[in-house]
């Protein structure tokens, strides 16, 4: 069910949203291997109606399961916009649909979710990445001499013949 408010009931006074919203409602669109939003957004909003728009002020909150960029680790980040606010036309030339007396106000949510996702997630900032390795160091070799265990990648490239 998508987030709706009723205009009819805003003239009567201003209308306070709260709530959950399923992920599917939101139709995220993301496709990063790195991010999922498997949980329902949370939302504290107050709606109020200023003369020819509405006034939308308050809370947003999405905790995204991320796979760090450096190092793999599974960990979750809670996205949080607490001072959110929007200005939506009803008159005009980028009025906002209504549809029955109520305004969708997803689209405008998920926008605002979506400028919110980190570009590279990482578990923390001082992430150091995966342990480094010796080259040609086989993962679960106990050999204290890596290069009798295989060659390195530049020596088998330099086999190659043109």
Request: hydrophobic share 40%; glycine share 6%; aromatic share 4%.
């Amino acid at each position: 069910m998508p987030l709706l408010v009723n205009l009819r009931h805003l003239e009567l006074d201003d209308v306070r949203l709260e709530g959950e919203l399923p992920v599917a409602e939101l139709d995220l669109g993301v496709q990063d291997e790195a991010m999922r939003a498997n949980q329902p957004l949370k939302y504290r909003i107050e709606v109020q109606k200023l003369e020819e728009s509405l006034l939308l002020q308050g809370e947003l909150e999405l905790t995204l399961d991320c796979e760090c960029v450096r190092c793999l680790h599974a960990f979750q980040l809670p996205l949080r916009i607490e001072d959110w606010t929007c200005h939506l036309p009803l008159a005009g030339e980028e009025k906002v649909a209504v549809v029955s007396d109520c305004v969708d106000l997803t689209p405008f949510v998920r926008e605002d979710i979506l400028l919110g996702f980190p570009q590279h997630p990482l578990c923390k900032p001082e992430c150091g990445g995966l342990p480094k390795q010796k080259l040609g160091e086989a993962e679960t070799s106990g050999d204290p001499n890596p290069k009798a265990t295989g060659s390195s990648a530049w020596s088998e490239l330099n086999k190659l013949k043109f």
